[in-house]
């Protein structure tokens, strides 16, 4: 069975910097694709970025380009996001998926940006 | 930038009675390849995404074949054949051919 287990979510000052982390089991996480998208409060889906099965190419929203990097570990199994110049707007539960197309989904994380 | 427009936004459904949710994207969504990615997810309330289909038609494992979808270039249709008390959520259609985009997602509700 496929699992995704996002961390790292939490209360941040305006300016301030996150690392979410999306652990991954139940199937061969080096062989996959991963994303990121997320969704603010009572608000749709929103797609942040993706990043190849090697980590050699990666993809971002124009809303969290140069402030947001994705990232993989593929002996650990494990995705993150490294948040940067963190902005009122970016509060949302942050999904991690499963390959371009999202084929599986974890839990969230949420994360609040506020003073 | 892709837009995807989702109508209507809000849709009270009668139990076993039939419900169709348009998508439509403001550029074609075949790709080089020849796949058209555009894909469906369900969130019930509460819950994580899920994804119902991908490239347009295909269902995903253990997806109730009461769901099914259609389309092609830039119209695309999401079909519930007989709603079900556990069909109640919001539809999103994403593309996944230029870049990621979502709609605004579709409420469903039991009337």
């Known amino acids: 069975e496929v699992q995704l287990l996002e961390s790292g979510g939490g209360l941040v000052q305006p300016g301030g910097s996150l690392r979410l982390s999306c652990a991954g089991s139940?199937?061969?996480?080096?062989?996959?694709?991963m994303s990121w998208v997320r969704q603010a409060p009572g608000k749709g889906l929103e797609w942040v970025s993706a990043?190849?099965?090697?980590?050699?190419?990666?993809y971002y929203a124009d809303s969290v380009k140069g402030r947001f990097t994705i990232s993989r570990d593929n002996s650990r199994s494990t995705l993150s996001l490294q948040m940067n110049s963190l902005r009122a707007e970016d509060t949302a539960v942050y999904y991690c998926?499963?390959?371009?197309?999202?084929?599986?989904w974890g839990q969230g994380t949420l994360v609040t940006v506020s003073s | 930038d892709v837009v995807m427009t989702q109508s209507p936004l809000s849709l009270p459904v009668t139990l076993g009675q039939p419900a169709s949710i348009s998508c439509k994207s403001s550029?074609?969504?075949?790709?080089?390849?020849?796949?058209?990615?555009l894909n469906w997810f369900q969130q019930r309330p509460g819950q994580s995404p899920r994804r119902l289909i991908y490239?347009?038609?295909n269902r995903d494992s253990g997806v109730p074949d009461r769901f099914s979808g259609s389309g092609s270039g830039t119209d695309f249709t999401l079909k519930i054949s007989r709603v079900e008390a556990e069909d109640v959520g919001v539809y999103y259609c994403?593309?996944?051919?230029?870049?990621?985009?979502f709609g605004q997602g579709t409420k469903l509700e039991i009337k």
């Open positions: 550029q074609s969504l075949v790709y080089s390849d020849g796949n058209t990615y």
């Open positions: 139940g199937f061969t996480f080096s062989n996959y694709a």
């Open positions: 990043i190849s099965f090697r980590g050699d190419s990666t």
């Open positions: 994403m593309q996944g051919t230029h870049l990621y985009t």
């Open positions: 998926a499963v390959n371009w197309n999202c084929d599986y």
């Open positions: 490239k347009v038609s």
